[in-house]
């Protein structure tokens, strides 16, 4: 076996092992389907805990399927990302600062296979998590609020993949750049949400973006988004992924010194 | 033949050399030892060695591919894979392919005596069995070169007496370099003497040639009383320094030759108990060479 299937044998082990593999996904389900459960039982999870007065009344309109799909992807863009950022600040960070990357770093390590590796399967993890909390999340939304474009719901988790993919690419570059797994969660998050509300109070003047990629695919379920934008800003995205890669194996082996002996 | 040539190392951290401009050769199937005060620079020289760090100038020459193992003053494993497993990627990275991996991850286990616990997860491992593991996986892939950085500082005397006398069987086919304070383990094992002091190589040499240089030979003479030792002392006009009933005579150039020594007690050794000749212990001339104290 070369040195990439060793290490993506080992990723996956300790994956496996820390039950990583388990719990995201599960965080992911119970998200996805906490969504239409909670819509559907508004009103009377509002009439137990709410306090209202005798007699208050509230009208409220039924969301449409899509909506509650949407929903749970901005339930993911908060929740689910912030999972991501906890669960794989430390995959490298962690490593040189506990002192158990210094015995792989001694040895003659392809940083390219230790970095993809990584990138492989913390990828595979998170975008398991993501389809099996949308699929979760559209049984219920179909048995409490009716059915979804079953096509429209597939461009939409595989034009919302990739937005999870970047999202996986920038946590693992900053766990190679930074310090510790705190540092590495902190600015991950920060250049995900700060990149998010820039997008959003001035992205009108710039239709192509990897930030714009959640949004085109919410649109998917409704009718579709502007295809040029969205291919454009597809393409856009994956080349920022590629450069994302290398940058990562780049900083891997750059900052391969700073593991504790 | 030389197995690794260092010339001119060099770390510097932000103007501060924590190794200076170190030069030494080490031959095939020797053991030296690297000695030095904490911060002396043993571990950032024994880092560059291995690849991990990258030297400001210098260079290291190697006449062999991916022939170096490493074992770091406390090793670190993945918690979640057991021996075997960490054994076995270890020499697959090292470029060590399938069934051999595991054939000799297996018979590194046993020689380091972990064949019991194989399939024991790592993160369940004392610190004596973590060295013994760290110990392995640097010689799994049968390496030319072993680089151990204070292998056995951190074990109690059993451990510590087991791990050196599994080095020394090593020793036969494989050349190391260790970094220790444990300057008994240092005359136990060693070919060569390397004494960092400052990030700086202030002598080298064999055990030999570091106490001739170092030693300062002298006749210890111990007397019954210091009544005794006294008089002796005062009958005798060669230069000596006694302490209570002991005395000691350099033996140098001008001072007295065992002989003469001897024929002096025979007819001025009144309550003479016992002569020895002695030599500076290698603890005495890390002193005198390194300067701690």
Known sequence: MNQFGVLLKKEWRENVRNYKLFWIPTVFILLGILEPVTNYFLPQILDSVGNLPE???FKFPIPMPEQIIAAIMGQYQFVGLLIIALAYMGTIAGERR????????????????????????????????VWLGFLAGYYYTYLLFGSVDLMGLVQFMASYSLWILLVVSIVMVSSAMMPNAGLAAAVSLGVIFISQLVDSLLGAYWPVSPMKLPAYAAAWLETAPDLGDFWWSVG????????LIVLGIFLSRKRAATTKV | MSVLEVKGLTKSYNGLLAADHIFFTLEEGTATALIGPNGSGKTTTLSMIAGLLKETEGTIKRDFKSGVGFLPQYPHFFP???????????????????????????????????????????GAFSGGMKQRLGLAQAIVHQPKLLLLDEPVSSLDPTGRREIMNLLKSLQK???????????????????????????????QGSLAEVKSRYAEPKIRLRFETEAAAAAFEERMLWQMRRQRNVIDLPLSENG??????????????????????????????FHKVVGAK
């Open chain 1, 55 to 57: 007699g208050a009344v």
């Open chain 1, 98 to 129: 506990s002192g158990t990357a210094t015995l792989l770093y001694a040895r003659p390590l392809s940083f390219s296979a230790y970095f993809i590796s990584k990138w492989i399967i913390a990828s595979v993890i998170a975008l398991l998590s």
């Open chain 1, 236 to 243: 856009v995205t994956i080349v920022l992924i590629a450069l």
């Open chain 2, 80 to 122: 979640w894979l057991t021996a075997l497993e960490f054994t076995e990627m270890a020499a697959k990275i090292s470029g060590v392919d399938g069934k051999k991996a595991r054939q000799q991850s297996v018979r590194a286990l046993e020689f380091v005596g972990l064949g019991s616990t194989v399939n024991k997860k790592t």
């Open chain 2, 173 to 203: 086919d494989t050349t190391i370099l260790y970094s220790t304070h444990i300057l008994n383990d240092a005359e136990e094992m060693t070919d060569q003497l390397l004494f960092l002091k400052q990030g700086k190589l202030v002598e």
């Open chain 2, 256 to 285: 007295p030759t065992m002989q003469q020594v001897l024929e002096a007690l025979a007819h001025n050794g009144n309550g003479i108990s016992g002569v020895d000749r002695q030599t500076a212990s290698l603890e005495e001339i």
